[in-house]
């Protein structure tokens, strides 16, 4: 009596334990199962833009074994980080050789900064500094070089003004004189 009832008791705890082991497997497989199809979502929402299409590669990665394995194949080969990284690199290094390399806007051969015409068809490039020379973008509205405001005229200074002044008197005088030669 004593023994058939140790003897039910064991094969009892037996295939509990058995069945503990099985769940455990089920549950084991389960959990590889949904961390496959997780971990193909994740990688197709850094990889795809498309909605759509993330939600079928999802779908692709819970199929167990093959759809993982079928996903890693077709994947896009970038991330969309890559991809926008790349693109600004690209931008970047665009303008860095639109300024390194200034052009004629007519004939497009390459010119110096601070030329004043275009060697080759002689389009005016810049302005020069009425005072000291230096060639001016079209935007400058005052000389870096000097402060001189773009338009002005080169200053005189009182010595040159005297020159012109008297020089004007002494044309007027002659001008005068020979009047009544022409008349
Ligand atoms: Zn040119
Ligand atoms: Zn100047």
């Known amino acids: 009596m004593l023994a058939s009832v140790f003897g039910s008791v064991h094969s009892t705890i037996h295939?509990?334990?058995?069945?503990?082991?099985?769940?455990?497997?089920?549950?084991?497989?389960a959990v590889v199962w949904l961390g496959f199809a997780y971990r193909v979502h994740r990688d197709a929402r850094r990889r795809?833009?498309?909605?759509?299409?993330?939600g079928f590669a999802t779908l692709l990665g819970m199929v167990p074994l093959i759809g993982p394995s079928v996903y890693v194949l077709f994947r896009p080969p970038e991330t969309l980080a890559d991809v926008r990284a790349r693109e600004i690199e690209m931008r970047a290094l665009r303008t860095r050789?639109?300024?390194s390399e200034p052009r004629c806007p007519v004939c497009l051969s390459e010119v110096e900064n601070d030329y004043l015409v275009c060697p080759v068809?002689?389009?005016?490039?810049?302005?020069p500094c009425t005072n000291c020379d230096a060639p001016l973008e079209a935007l400058w509205q005052t000389?870096?070089?000097?402060?001189?405001?773009?338009?002005?005229?080169?200053?005189?200074?009182?010595?040159?003004?005297d020159a012109a002044l008297s020089a004007e008197a002494a044309i007027a005088t002659g001008e005068i004189a020979q009047q009544p030669l022409q008349g």
Do not use: H, K, M
């Open 97 to 99: 050789l639109a300024q």
């Open 15 to 29: 295939s509990t334990a058995f069945s503990i082991a099985e769940d455990g497997v089920i549950v084991f497989l």
């Open 121 to 127: 068809c002689t389009t005016r490039l810049r302005e």
């Open 48 to 54: 795809i833009d498309d909605g759509r299409l993330v």
């Open 143 to 161: 000389c870096p070089y000097c402060a001189t405001p773009v338009g002005v005229t080169r200053s005189i200074d009182a010595a040159d003004l």
